[in-house]
């Protein structure tokens, strides 16, 4: 009897994306969306999500979202995972000024 191997054939894996996870397309009343997962191993620098306005930290695992008609790098925005979930949940954001009061 010959050892057992575990290995996969490599057509039987999903594509990876590289460093991220793999790409999702994701659609809602705000549009379509190109989503995809970073882990925490991968989070290599701070973010600020827009759904709450607070940073996300290096090594944090969060969402890269841009919208799927115009997927430009400049359009690409990192979100808390549950921020990214509630995002039509939410009311209108307070915008923070640099010099003011956070409400």
């Given at each position: 009897?010959s050892?057992?191997?575990?290995?996969?054939?490599?057509?039987?894996?999903?594509?990876?994306?590289?460093?991220y996870?793999?790409?999702d397309?994701?659609?809602?009343?705000?549009?379509?969306?190109?989503?995809?997962?970073?882990?925490?191993?991968?989070?290599?620098?701070?973010?600020?999500?827009?759904?709450?306005?607070?940073?996300?930290?290096?090594?944090?695992?969060?969402?890269?979202?841009?919208?799927?008609?115009?997927?430009?790098?400049d359009?690409?925005?990192?979100?808390?995972?549950?921020?990214?979930?509630?995002?039509?949940?939410?009311?209108?954001?307070?915008?923070?000024?640099?010099?003011?009061?956070?409400?």
């Amino acid at each position: 009897m010959s050892p057992r191997k575990n290995r996969r054939d490599p057509g039987d894996r999903p594509s990876s994306g590289g460093a991220y996870g793999p790409e999702d397309t994701q659609e809602g009343p705000d549009g379509e969306w190109v989503v995809r997962q970073v882990a925490g191993a991968n989070a290599s620098k701070p973010y600020r999500c827009p759904g709450c306005d607070q940073e996300i930290p290096a090594g944090v695992a969060h969402v890269v979202a841009w919208p799927a008609d115009s997927g430009g790098a400049d359009d690409r925005r990192h979100w808390h995972t549950p921020c990214w979930h509630n995002r039509l949940r939410r009311g209108p954001r307070v915008q923070r000024s640099r010099n003011g009061p956070r409400y």
